[in-house]
């Protein structure tokens, strides 16, 4: 049973405290976590050396302005941190991270992770047009209840893996009744304990309230399945119209935590024609479709990533024209994992399907 | 005295929209061109796209009027030609700023204009894409208000303050419709090109069009001034570094202005390149330096990178404010500093292919204020080291 510090806070001050507890005794230099940019519920992720700069820290803000990962990716990328860091981040960041890792975009030495049993972020253009903080008094009656919190993000709506893997700490939010009151952390690995030793708080031995947990769980599955059946892809995706408004902008692969390439082949020139592609075109059709080929793209991304995607959603927020991305992401996504037995963050250690050669399988495709 | 410029009617049947198809129609026809890249509707309905169309019974399809600019049209005849010149002849059906685009974009050696002839159109204006995409059926309606004139505040912010809306100078052919009889559009040919399309379609140049070019001239004396006021508006909101630094508070470095920019071109931006990567410790010390240091970091620095970068040639699209998925002003910034850079040399992107950029030309005698300037620095260095 892993042991749990108790403080008497809400979990966000409790949360707060320990991250001062870690800084001020010198056993992290860092800490990174969601910090706001104003008082209409913007933040951003920040890496966070001074005392002050922490009390205005807002680690568990229901936003997700960037994936973690690909932030903790860019820290460690050149070297490993060489001092230790806190960093505080969601299950499907932590997931992303740890995808990360194994196709060695960075480094786990000198970071501890801390996460939480997570409720869901608000869509990014809620942070746009100000009104994430006039609902987080329902979000955290949410999180208490084991619901699902309304206006969350669709990705998050039909999240079931909101129980962090591979944290070394989690802080109990979900069907902790009271959030508002008292901070648990559950210290998951020897690391976690070690550096939250010498705080002054209660330690004890506990489980995480599963029972809430499964509750949130299928609460979830079910909206998962509403979800898809109102976007009409619980058979699949029609391709040409879920693509079709796409602009070609790119954002969702330049913000994917799991799309690393350094020189992403829509930049590398390999997806350009020769005029003469667009001459058999014409002969051919009598019109031709001019780049950029949104169809191609998405499934070009897609092949690459559906391996690795958390469906975190972020790729969903920064479209431009709404393209229901989490959706192809997480259903995709889904399939390709599952073919596989393959759940992505969930071991370090678990190899990538893709560079572990097992002679018996798709025996079907074989013959 | 600069003679009136001349042009042709063309009449018939329908809609500005069928008519300028009509048109086009009837140059493939004449063998004017073999193929037209134009804006089209997607085969569900709620987006267009460049398509290039030979065949007639496809081009009924076409938009060359169209409420959205979902891709910019100097990008799509980059698509076409950035490999070089093929064999058939194109016409392209743009939109001024695309036009000007396009310019940059050949001057900047990205584009081949052999054998394409860039046509532009009037140009209403477009709507927001998150308007259109919000409600595309409602956005229809707007835009027909727009096209009589009126609901021109549903524009896009660049779209309601530009004054290059008609022709440039640098296209082959430009099609007038603004203050064109109901049932007809004005054919002005802008260069040997052009007046060879119009020779063939049998309608040679010979009407006088003053009436259009009042219209044109008087629009753009207004949209002048309101683009001066705008801007002055704007910069006491968004200059200074506080305001810079409020204004792009909200960037998530998803560099979606960058990636739908007609002009910005490179293949692998400085951004994204090697050069901006740096170790754990080196984000420690400037967390360290300032307190905390937000990430993605040098967000502000990819923005004054690219307007450095690009405001030379900045058309004033707005392709990019469009693209931001956080609804940061993009367009109206670089608005505000590209009319500022390109006022400093006496440039105007996209006005005439054979006008170099400015920085590729050296001019002794320019910006002399910055050099003393500098000069007196250096000078005072000087005497300090001594």
Request: charged content about 25%.
């Amino acid at each position: 049973m892993p042991k749990v510090l108790r403080l008497n806070k809400s979990a966000e001050e409790g949360l707060r405290e320990l991250l001062r507890f870690l800084l001020e005794s010198g056993k992290v230099k860092g800490v990174f976590a969601l910090a706001p940019t104003d008082d209409n519920g913007g933040a951003v992720y920040s890496l966070i050396t001074n005392l002050d700069t922490l009390e205005k820290a807002s680690p568990l803000f229901p936003l997700m302005p960037a994936n973690a990962a690909k932030m903790l990716s860019r820290l460690t990328l050149v070297e490993p941190a060489t001092k230790p860091i806190a960093a505080v981040v969601r299950p499907c960041e932590l997931r992303a991270l740890t995808e990360l890792i194994k196709r060695s975009q960075g480094s786990l030495d000198n970071l501890l992770l801390i996460s939480s049993t997570c409720g869901g972020a608000y869509p990014l253009k809620m942070a746009v047009t100000g009104n994430i903080k006039e609902k987080l008094p329902s979000y955290w009656e949410a999180v208490k209840k084991a619901e699902i919190a309304p206006d969350i993000r669709p990705a998050c709506a039909a999240c079931e893996h909101f129980v962090p893997y591979n944290a070394d700490m989690t802080v109990a939010l979900v069907g902790n009744k009271d959030v508002d009151k008292q901070c648990a952390v559950y210290l998951n690995t020897d690391k976690g304990e070690q550096f939250a030793s010498g705080i002054s708080g209660e330690l004890a031995e506990g489980e995480v309230a599963s029972e809430a947990i499964e509750g949130l769980r299928s609460k979830r599955e079910a909206r998962a399945k509403e979800l898809f059946d109102e976007l009409g892809v619980n058979k699949g995706f029609d391709v040409k119209k879920v693509f079709e408004k796409c602009i070609g902008c790119r954002g969702c692969s330049k913000i994917c935590p799991v799309c690393y390439c350094h020189v992403c082949f829509f930049d590398s020139g390999g997806d350009e024609h020769e005029p003469s592609y667009y001459e058999t075109a014409l002969e051919r059709d009598g019109y031709g479709q001019i780049l950029p080929d949104p169809i191609f793209y998405q499934l070009v991304r897609l092949f690459h990533v559906s391996l690795s995607c958390v469906g975190c959603g972020l790729c969903a927020d920064v479209c431009p024209v709404n393209i229901p991305l989490w959706a192809v992401a997480l259903k995709t996504g889904g399939s390709v994992q599952e073919s596989f037995g393959y759940l992505p963050g969930r071991d370090l250690e678990e190899e990538l399907p893709i560079t572990a050669f097992k002679p018996e399988e798709f025996a079907a495709v074989v013959d | 005295m600069v003679s009136p410029i001349k042009g042709a009617v063309f009449t018939a049947e329908g809609s500005t929209r069928e008519i300028i198809l009509a048109f086009i129609k009837q140059a493939l026809g004449k063998d004017c061109f073999d193929a037209v890249l134009i804006p089209a509707k997607a085969p569900e309905g709620d987006s267009f796209s460049y398509l290039l169309i030979q065949n007639e019974t496809i081009l009924k399809d076409a938009h060359p009027i169209c409420p959205i600019m979902p891709v910019q049209g100097a990008k799509a005849l980059h698509s076409l030609t950035g490999r070089g010149k093929g064999k058939k002849r194109i016409a392209a059906l743009l939109r001024p700023c695309e036009v000007r685009a396009t310019v940059e974009l050949f001057k900047l050696g990205q584009v081949d204009l052999e054998n394409i002839s860039l046509i532009s159109i009037d140009c209403p204006g477009a709507l927001p894409l998150a308007d259109w995409v919000e409600d595309p059926q409602k956005a229809e309606t707007v835009f027909l208000e727009v096209l009589k004139g009126e609901a021109s505040e549903s524009l896009r912010p660049v779209c309601q303050i530009c004054d290059k809306f008609s022709t440039t100078g640098a296209e082959d052919l430009h099609i007038g419709t603004l203050g064109a009889k109901s049932g007809s559009i004005f054919l002005i040919p802008r260069s040997p090109k052009g007046e060879g399309i119009l020779e063939k379609v049998g309608l040679p140049a010979k009407e006088d069009i003053s009436g259009w070019e009042q219209t044109v001239n008087s629009l753009t004396e207004k949209r002048k001034g309101e683009r001066k006021k705008f801007l002055e508006e704007f910069k006491s909101k968004a200059t200074g570094l506080d305001n810079l630094l409020d204004t792009f508070s909200k960037c998530i470095n998803c560099h979606n202005c960058m990636r739908v920019c007609p002009i910005c071109y490179c293949r692998q931006c400085f951004f994204d390149s090697a050069n901006m990567k740096f170790t754990c410790e080196d984000y420690l010390d400037r967390a360290e330096t300032m307190g905390g240091l937000r990430l993605p970091p040098e967000t502000l620095l990819f923005h004054i990178g690219r307007m450095l970068h690009m405001s030379l040639s900045c058309v004033s699209c707005g392709a990019c404010e469009d693209a931001c998925p956080t609804s940061v002003p993009v367009a109206q910034v670089f608005s505000l500093v590209g009319n500022k850079n390109q006022e400093e040399f006496d440039y105007v992107p996209g006005k005439s292919l054979d006008e170099p950029p400015p920085l590729r030309v050296y001019e002794e005698e320019e910006f002399e204020e910055v050099e003393q300037s500098c000069a007196g620095t250096s000078a005072k260095q000087e005497a300090q080291n001594a």
